[in-house]
């Protein structure tokens, strides 16, 4: 799944940069999208990512470019792997900015691990 995002002056930071915070709101919420078409009905919680590193700073007006897969898949979790990249204003190619795993786990009505359900690859 591929999911994209502008970046704008109220994601940016004191120094003109997108906030770190922002971007792992975008892929948190990008993957759980993945994970959720992937899975009808089943409801997922994000347990982690496995990696936080910011390899590039991101500017005003930047298109981020989110391409999400899907990993590992477990009985009651799947994990999918994210890389975003970023193309600036004026700059002719993409660069990766980020790469990461996301991990959900399903859970059932009480917040309990349950099978995942739903369409299987």
């Not at 500017?59 to 990993?71: D, E, K, Q, S, V």
Request: proline share 5%.
């Amino acid at each position: 799944m591929e999911n994209y995002a502008l970046v704008r002056p109220e994601h940016l930071n004191h120094y003109g940069h997108l906030f770190g915070g922002v971007l792992l709101k975008w892929v948190d919420e990008y993957a759980w999208l993945a994970a959720s078409r992937d899975y009808p009905g089943c409801r997922f919680v994000t347990v982690g990512m496995d990696r936080v590193e910011f390899k590039h700073p991101v500017g005003p007006g930047a298109i981020l470019r989110f391409h999400i897969t899907r990993a590992k898949e477990g009985t009651t979790s799947v994990t999918y792997a994210v890389e975003v990249l970023s193309r600036g204003v004026d700059a002719p190619d993409e660069t990766s900015i980020f790469t990461t795993h996301v991990t959900f786990v399903s859970v059932d009505e009480q917040g309990k691990k349950c099978a995942c359900r739903g369409e299987k690859p």
